[in-house]
């Protein structure tokens, strides 16, 4: 950037010449370009933090603390508090899991017979209607989640419940692996009192198994904001590198949750 600069003849007194550079604007922002969605959405949660600073300095991205707690104390808290008002299929029931990344936890249950259906997404969190910028952010306390949609009569929910502790560790709070934060809490969360009592029950259980403290929460199923469409299925896809990893049911490959 360079300031043009006219010729003036110094006086006594300095300041009519000062006062010319000193009148606004000083200088401009150059406009900036839109930003582009992430070729890698999971890049985005390993180093959410300064990333997320700077985007929001600029503007863009998710709402800082304060915008969050604005909306904490508005009505789009009871909406996202809410219960999950969706209907599963005829027969079906709906069950929802918080175990780290919704990817490999969402492949998971896709491989369970008598599961019918899987949706990842976002819950109990405080803000109506987030974006996964905004989960990222660590503002809003929502968590990863994976509603699963089953036929009981060919799969208990304490089959799903053996998938759900098999999958991640339960003792870590706020984390799995390499992935840290709120979004990554374990969770349970039931629709029905008949969950809600398998549920405790199956923690009781494994907490004896691991003779660990379990920090896993049990609590009600909340609101169910499905996910940005890319993330659907993401590893079954073929991920960023294309590299497919089967759903088929009782297929048992290692699952590689990779962004």
């Known amino acids: 950037m360079v300031l043009k600069t006219t010729t003036a003849t110094l006086t006594s007194s300095p300041l009519p010449l000062l006062s010319s550079f000193l009148k606004p604007p000083f200088f401009s922002f150059p406009k900036l370009p839109l930003l582009k969605p992430f070729n890698s959405p999971r890049t985005l949660q390993s180093s959410s933090a300064p990333q997320m600073s700077w985007l929001n300095k600029l503007g863009f991205g998710a709402r800082s603390s304060t915008d969050s707690a604005v909306d904490s104390s508005s009505s789009t808290s009871s909406i996202a508090q809410g219960p999950d008002e969706d209907v599963p299929a005829p027969g079906q029931q709906f069950a929802q899991f918080g175990a780290g990344c919704f990817w490999g936890v969402e492949l998971a249950f896709q491989r369970v ?147």
């Open 113 to 259: 017979p008598g599961v019918t259906k899987t949706e990842v997404g976002y819950s109990h969190g405080y803000l109506h209607n987030p974006s996964y910028e905004d989960v990222c952010s660590g503002t809003t306390n929502h968590n990863e989640v994976v509603r699963v949609q089953y036929d009981p009569k060919e799969c208990s929910f304490d089959t799903l419940l053996d998938v759900f502790w098999a999958r991640h560790d339960p003792t870590t709070p706020n984390r799995q692996g390499n992935d840290v934060g709120t979004q990554y809490r374990s969770g349970i969360y039931f629709y029905t009192p008949e969950q809600e009592k398998a549920a405790l029950e199956s923690k009781d259980r494994q907490q004896k198994l691991l003779n660990r403290k379990i920090v896993t929460e049990i609590l009600p199923a909340k609101k169910f904001y499905r996910a940005e469409e890319y993330h659907q299925q993401y590893l079954a896809k073929g991920g960023r590198f294309g590299f497919r990893q089967s759903s088929e049911k009782g297929c048992n490959d290692p699952i590689r949750c990779y962004g």
